[in-house]
């Protein structure tokens, strides 16, 4: 049915390439490129399918893309590269009439600052050039749209109240590892909090705000308020909501090494002079933390996310949690990566695939709650991350 080109082989991409192979039905041609092509060759052979094609891209060059896109010709792009990247794929898909599809909105390297204003203003050329681009398909964003947009569907009149809650309850026994990239994932921490309260956004410090929340069958766990890309947008097409946050576990061990890293200014991402040379101390920290990828083995516990809402249904007040808990041995088991890539990977090939079979395809870019979340919720439960439901009890928020 469709041609896909993954760019980025990584933990998150390794999860969709796996997922992709695993739907042949609808991925007829399969490619993974990225800046080192080895990786990509390793990750089809842990595959075991040799039909899937390589190649090395830099994805910062928007003609050796454009090359890449014209040999290849895939319907769809799906970036599991880096946030850095967005916006030179979007500039070749643009080039070569493809189609695209990203989990995390795009991010400047020198600022740590990430909105959707740079790919919004994409929309236009998207649309004349009747091609679909699909923003934010991981699960938070992603999937946090999805459910958003389908209890919109189903179970309220009015969305009013939207907490997203991400724990990870995992343990991958060392001291201090990230469980995606690094650099994006420290960027993002550090930052200030910021939440939207009564049409305004409402600024914190980092990790100013926390709270114990409790999730299914993990329990209670200190939970921080973060700014999360995802807010922009739900809060923009779900107008009735009066307050939005995003909460995320994390464990003191954890904090206390973050709270070092920037102490000691290696989570500083401007350039320093070393020994002649000039290097980013994060982009340094990055070189000798463990690498996310090889976290899985020994990964165990799991991580439970969902979304905590409050609103009306025909002039009643009532509440809903929806959450998807996912394993990481299942994880590694499955695709020989933790819970946290496959919780990202999943979706990003959930979204292709609505794609390619006409359910998701609409000249513009999009966010992920402006689609029909039904069919994308009915895939959720085949391709390994079911989700549950709790009506009417009490949300702590
Ligand atoms: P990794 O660092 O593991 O992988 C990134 C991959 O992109 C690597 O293979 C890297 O190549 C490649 N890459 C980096 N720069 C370039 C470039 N210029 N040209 C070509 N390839 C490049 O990251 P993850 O897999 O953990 O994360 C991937 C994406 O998923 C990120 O954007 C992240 O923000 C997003 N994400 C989204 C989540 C969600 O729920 N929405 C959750 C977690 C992650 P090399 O190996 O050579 O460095």
Redesign the pocket.
Known sequence: MGKVLI????????VVAHKVAQNADVFTDIMI????KE?CDAVVKAIGNPSIKTAK????NVDELVALFESFRPEIVIN??????DLTIMEACLKTGTNYL???NYEPKDVAHFEYSWQWAYKKRFEDAGLTAIL???????VSGVYTAYAAKHHFDEIQYLDIVDCNAGNHHKAFAT???PE?NIREITQNGRYYENGQWVTTKPLEIHKQLTYPNIGPRDSYLLYHEELESLVKNYPSIRRARFWMTFGQEYLTHLRVIQDIGMARIDPIDYQGMKIVPLQFLKAVLP???DLGENYDGETSIGCRIRGLKDGKEHTYYIYNNCSHQAAYKETGMQG??Y??GV?AMIGAMMYLKGLWKRPGVWNVEEFDPDPFMEQLNKQGLPWHEVFDEDLEL
Request: aromatic fraction near 6%; charged fraction near 15%.
């Open positions: 760019i980025g082989a990584g933990g998150v991409g390794t490129a990225s800046r080192t990786k891209v830099d994805a910062d599991v590269a880096l946030p850095y990247q990203d989990t995390a934010g398909c991981g699960f938070d964003p992603g469980n995606f990239n994006i690498n996310p990828q946290v890539s919780t990202t979706p």
